[in-house]
């Protein structure tokens, strides 16, 4: 369910939000299938539309499998969406925005009412297989040469994370997301992530990720995820998408699609987003968010996290 534009801002409105990769774990969704028959519904869907059994996937994988790229984008899509619908159709809430961390921006689209769930999750499983084809393939946390990495570094205030991003190309890397003042991710070729993370220390952790995201190594399937998305049945939405490669207000299919595009390539600036996010009094983190919430600290909007234990109260 979504609120009307024209309360944007202000302690009524409320935003919606969407994790991205790295916040997946085995059973997430489960117990909101088992208490509300509209999340059940999801995972029916999600599982029809691609053909396979989806609770099975987000359930009853190993974690190094549910960790696969092409599993992981489905299973939070699934599990997001459900929280979604929960929160919506049984707490009766409304949202006047959405946004999305990386794939959680294509939960966001099809949360906005800018595509159809059925299509959204094809997209988020061919999202998947993509990314987990580009070059640079390698098993997860080794140094197989030529693979692709990332590397979150904790910074102090806008001074340091504005140098970081200005330096990274001098180890060779992409910046692959801005996750507000106190965090860089880094991305790109193996070797050169660990150099960073010898000059970095203790400030940076190496992602258990199995390529390097967010950077040019995603360069060579740009042109397929790009005809993906022309064929994929996108329209105007309900409410605004707020942007996360570029600081705007997103209403259109096309701008949509657009920053789908992208998305895999350019980083994600979740600083812009979390202070387009500042106008709005509710912060609402839907599915497997709380490393997500994590990312703003000290903030004076309401905030609340649907996940497994929400009873379908209202914002």
């Known amino acids: 369910m979504t609120g009307n534009e024209d309360l944007w801002g202000g302690l009524e409105s409320t935003v919606a939000m969407f994790p991205g990769q790295g916040s997946q774990r085995p059973g997430m969704g489960k117990a909101l299938t088992r208490n509300f028959q ?7 869907e999600c599982s029809d539309a691609l053909g ?21 984008q489905v299973a939070l899509v699934a599990a997001s ?17 959405v946004a999305g961390h990386s794939i959680g921006a294509l939960s966001a689209a ?12 094809k997209l988020a499983r061919r999202r998947g297989h993509l990314m987990a084809s580009a070059p640079g393939r390698g098993h997860q ?14 910074v102090r205030g806008e001074e340091q994370r504005d140098g970081l ?37 203790a400030k940076s952790t190496q992602l258990n990720v199995s ?7 995603m360069d060579p399937v740009m042109g397929e995820w790009q005809e993906l998305l022309r064929h994929a049945p996108f329209r105007d939405g309900d409410v605004p998408l707020l942007g996360s490669t570029s600081p705007r207000r997103l209403r259109t299919a096309m701008e949509v699609s657009n920053e789908l595009y992208f ?23 839907l599915g497997t968010a709380k490393s997500l919430s994590r990312l703003r600290r000290n903030q004076t909007q309401t905030v609340q996290i649907v996940e497994d234990t929400y009873v379908g109260r209202r914002t």
């Open 38 to 44: 509209v999340a059940d519904d999801v995972f029916d």
């Open 52 to 72: 396979i059994d989806v609770r099975e996937l987000a359930w009853d994988s190993a974690p190094e499998q549910l960790g696969k790229t092409e599993n992981t």
């Open 81 to 97: 969406i459900a929280a979604w619908r929960v929160w919506t159709q049984v707490g009766g809430n409304l949202a006047h925005a």
């Open 110 to 121: 099809i949360a906005g009412g800018y595509i159809p769930l059925a299509d959204g999750i």
């Open 141 to 154: 946390m080794t140094s197989a040469p030529g693979r692709g990495s990332m590397l979150a570094v904790a």
């Open 165 to 201: 991003i200005a330096s990274a190309a001098t180890f060779g890397l992409d910046v692959a997301a801005v996750n507000g003042e106190r965090q860089i991710v880094l991305s790109g070729p193996i070797n050169d992530i660990e150099d960073a993370r010898k000059h970095f220390g």
């Open 211 to 217: 390529h390097g995201f967010h950077s040019r190594l």
């Open 263 to 285: 998305g895999i390539r350019q980083p994600v600036r979740w600083d812009q987003v979390l202070q387009s996010a500042d106008s709005f009094g509710t912060w609402v983190y």
